[in-house]
């Protein structure tokens, strides 16, 4: 817990969106790092509701390009 974002081990995901949800929003139990940003977990659930593919892809581009 010394260094800014890290993490054990992360077994395969079926979708960015399952590893995501899993690992990086503040209310999940795997959180380790304890990584907060309101945003990105704004853009996750908006990413999730989101019916334009182009739009979502973006949306998860985002935020893995650490943009949210």
């Known amino acids: 817990m010394k260094q800014p974002l ?13 590893l995501l949800d899993a690992v990086l929003q503040v209310r999940r139990a795997w959180n ?6 309101e945003k990105f977990d704004q853009l996750l659930g908006a990413a999730r509701a989101e019916s334009d593919e182009s739009k979502r892809r973006q949306m998860y581009y985002d935020m893995q390009a650490h943009r949210a």
Do not use: L, Q, T
Request: glycine residues 16%.
């Open 6 to 18: 890290g993490f054990g081990n992360i077994n395969p995901r079926p979708s960015a969106d399952v």
């Open 32 to 37: 380790e790092c304890g990584w907060k940003n």
